[in-house]
Nanobody
């Protein structure tokens, strides 16, 4: 059974940093090929933030976080991280970890429950 559990959210001042973690279970050779982080702010649609693959150096970011956020992985711990630096009030959202069973990452088959990030100005 696949499970994704996020942690690390909180309240931080603008310019501050947080590190989000996504602990996974149930990963096999045939599932969770691509891992991603998404976020959803109140009244807005969920948006893609970053992605990474377990078996390569591939990473991808939305333009608004490039240079500030870093996605990484620990294969031994089956955990994916999102380092959030230089945070801005507009980064305030619920952040979700997701997993897709393919490299194309179109369906995002599994989701975590989310962790709240609030950035005060």
């Amino acid at each position: 059974q696949v499970q994704l559990v996020e942690s690390g959210g909180g309240l931080v001042q603008a310019g501050g940093s947080l590190r989000l973690s996504c602990a996974t279970s149930g990963r096999t050779t045939f599932n969770m090929y691509t891992m991603g982080w998404f976020r959803q702010a109140p009244g807005k649609e969920r948006e893609f933030v970053a992605a990474i693959r377990w078996t390569s150096t591939f990473t991808q970011y939305v333009d608004s976080v490039k240079g500030r956020f870093t996605i990484s992985k620990d294969n031994a711990k089956n955990t994916v991280y999102l380092q959030l630096n230089s945070l801005k009030p507009e980064d305030t959202a619920t952040y979700y970890c997701a997993a897709d069973n393919s490299a194309t990452a179109k369906t995002w088959d599994y989701w975590g429950q989310g962790t709240q990030v609030t950035v005060s100005s």
